[in-house]
Every structure is written in C-alpha cells, then in structure tokens.
C-alpha cells in the first residue's frame, strides 16, 4: 500500500497526541505521590463517558477489524451477534453486577473470590487469569495486531511482524506504563473516537464505490438486494457455519455464557467501572459502552459484506480490477480476512489512509495498554501484597505494578512470533477457554445470587466443570461449541448447588451476600437508557432475524 507524506503526518501526529494525553493526565500534582488506587483504579474518578469509551477500546481490536470483517464475507451480519448481546449483557452487567462489586471496593475480580468464598480459591483463579492474560490475551493480540499491520502496511508476507510487534508494544508502554488505569482510560477517549471515525469512513467509502453510479445509498440498497443472505443473524441448520453460531441457540444459549463471563468478571474490562466516581456513574458508563456496541457492526462486519458482493460481481456492481485475484489464495481458496485490509488500499485516498491506519493501531494499542494494566493490578494486589510483602509502601506497590505490566509486555512479545506457528490459533484459544469459562461463571454467579453456595462447593464445580466440558467435546456428543458451554454452565451449577446443600439445606453460607431490591435499584437515566437499547435490538433482530 502506497502513504503519501500526508498520511504518515497524520499518523505521527496521532501517536504524538496519544502519548502527550497519557503523559499529561498522569503526572503527579504537587504535594501528592500516586498511591495503588491512584494507578490501578484512576484515583475513582471516571466519569461515565470515559468508562463506556474505555470499555469500548479495551474491547475492540484487530481481531474486529480484520477477523470480523472476514467473517462478514464469509457468513454475514450472523457474527454481528457477538457485538449487539454485548449490548444487551452490558445491562445486566451494570445493574445486578455493579452494585455488588462497588459497594465491595474491589480491585480486583479475584478479590471478589475471597469476599465471597477463600483466598484458595482467589489465589487458583487469580494466578488463571495472569496466566491467560500473558499467554493467551496479550500474545494474540500482539501478534493479529502486527499481523494486520503488515498485511496493510507492508507486503503481507509477514516481514514486518516482528518490527510491527516492537513498535505496538512500546507505542503501550510509552502512557501506559507509568501512568496507568489513568492515563488509559483517558486516551481510549480518543482512541475510540479514532477507531469509529476510522472504521465509518472506510466502511462510507466502500459503500460509495459498490455501484458504478457511486452513491452510499446506492451502494446500501445493491448490497441488500444482491447479498441478501448476509443479512440473516439467525442461521438454518443447514448452514455452513451452523456449528460456530448455531441459530436461536445464539440468544438463549452458550452466547451467554461467553458474554457474561467477558464483559461481567473479566479484569481488564471491568476494571474501568470499578474506577467510577459512583455506581450510578458506572452503570451509566455500560449503559454508554452498550450504545456504542449497536455501532460496532457497522463498521467491522458491513465492510466484509461490501467485499463479498465485490468479489462475486453480481449484476450492478462495480467491476474493480484484480478483486477476485486479491481474495483468491495460491491453493484458489478464498481469504476472507482480506476484506478489511484490501478495502482500505482500493477505495481510502491520500491523507485518509492515515486516519484509517491510526484507527487501527489505536483499536490494537488501547487493548494491549487494558490488558497490561489489568495483569499488573491482579499480580500486584492478590499476590504480591498478599503473599510476599504485605507490607509493602503504596509507591513500592506502584513501581512492582510498573515492572509487572514490562516483564508481562516482553513475554507476550518474544512468544507472539511463535502464534503464527499455530493453525487456527483462535480455535485454539476458544476452546482453551471455553474449558475453563463456564465452571467460573457458575461460582461468581451462584457466589452473587444465591447465598447457600460454599467455598467447597465452588472448588468442586470449578474442577468437575473442565472434566464436563471436556466430555462434552468427545465427537460421540456432537454439539456445538457454544451449546457445550451451555450445558457446562447449567452442569456445573446444579453441581455447586448440590455440594451446598450437603452442608445444610437451611442454613446460608456466613459469607453469603444478602440482597434486597433497593440493590438492584437504578436511576432514570440508566433505566431510560435500557428501554431504547432493548428497544434497538427488538428491531434489529426483527428486521435482520
């Protein structure tokens, strides 16, 4: 792809803004030394808008741009599922969530573990999550994101992965490292707006080019008559891609389970509404990140779409030299993840490019900076002061954070090359994952509702869960892998609950959460907010079913 001078300034001047932001929030004011919650929890200050941003760029990555777009080409708006539940898990999240783990003053999410249950069992999921964090977050994303850089950057024969890896990680650290929750939720304000506006004119621009008429409109109108297969979220058995998003299962089913687990216990998502001024400043901040979630789609799955009906030339598009060589592989298989990249070099002009570039790098370094903030407030609050220095100064705590988050950055980045190695490295990932992510939805979930479950019990489910998952992945069973995670949550539960009730079938656990409905109340603000969202969706899954 050819830059002008134009959109390499552009793209300078993005990364010299980012830094300055980071830089300028976390310097520390006079009279006073930045203490933990100033660096792991922004000092509690957040307002609403800088959450819902925050969230939202710790969320989207090169995996949307490049891995969704693909799966638009290949399946359609169906892979928009993942983004527009998140809508709807965010609600649930923000209003019989939040109100528990604020009124805890949690750091982290294993602290919640050891409110509700033992520090055994904090300690077990706290080392999971750095662990997954480093090995599998972090070193994914570190390499799809210089994996994207080189396919739209450079030749795409994965010369500048290596560079693109270095450069990524220390654009990060650059902000990230020394100022932290602070400096990374305040430039993912502008990371996100950057990410938007670069996602809408890439998708505005195709769009204008579909017809030979030009026209956005146009281009809108010739897509769903020619594509209108794409347009389907709810697929037939019959479908391809059945198994991956298997139907109606997709809203009442395993979807759940990786939603609530994602956006409801994850550290690096939650974490920035734990920084809130206020619960009702959290709440709104999802209701926010919700909204922007609806957008999403737009800009990572249409494009893909935009591809496909170029690539297939139905009648009334535009012929574009050398589309269909551009997606065609050397064995004649199709190269869905092309869509994103090819887009951007055929239809961006000059100085646009730049902005598009930047919205990129920014999707990639706003998650990379969450991730190692998040593993550095796990390793430093539930191992660190627990068990080596529990003593330890509020800025020896700060620092250890600091060389946490650059010994977890090197890791990731010396064992990211190695990811390319893998074959169908996200399949692996799900699959790691999806071994482990019910069993842990069940303890937080039987933890926050129903006071009976004991420590015990917890153990036994998170243990016995990974044998169930495991089971259910035999080919005997045949079962998506979605409905797997399913089966394994309600398992899993039911399990928890029966190992309770062994203890005493009367009796709470004493470390039981007692909840009442002024709990879960919320404001008119949030409640409003919640209508018109679920309203959206009603429509949207109407329109698209």
Known sequence: MQFSFLDIAVFVLYLVVIISIGLWVSREKKGHVKNTEDYFLAGKSLPWWAIGASLIAANISAEQFIGMSGSGFAIGLAIASYEWMAALTLIIVAKYFMP?????KLYTIPEFIEVRFNKNLKTILAVFWIALFIFVNLTSVLFLGAKAVDTIIGNGDGSMIVYAIIGLGLIAVAYSLYGGLSAVAWTDV???IMLVLGGLIATLLALDH???????FNGLSHIFQVADDKFHMILERSHSEYFNLPGIAVLIGGMWVANLYYWGFNQYIIQRALAAKSLKEAQRGLAFAAFLKLIIPFIVVIPGIIAFVMYTQPEGTALIPGVQEAFTKVDGSINYDKAYP?????????GLKGVVIAALVAAIV???ASMLNST?????????????????SEKKTVNIGRITAAGALVIAGVLAPLMGNIPQMFQYIQEYTGLVSPGILAVFLMGLFWKKSTSRAAIIGVITSILVAMLLKLPVVDLPWMDQMFYTLIITMVIIAGVSMTNSKDVDDPKGIPLTAETFKTGPVFNISSYVILLILAVLYTVFW
């Open 376 to 392: 550095s407030t796990i390793f430093t609050m539930d191992i660190y002061k627990v068990y080596i220095n529990k003593n330890a």
């Open 366 to 368: 706003s998650s990379l």
């Open 190 to 192: 502008v990371q996100v």
């Open 210 to 216: 579909v017809t030979p008429d030009g026209g956005i």
């Open 342 to 350: 090819w887009l951007i070099s055929v239809f961006i002009p000059v």
């Open 100 to 104: 528990i783990f604020i009124e805890k």
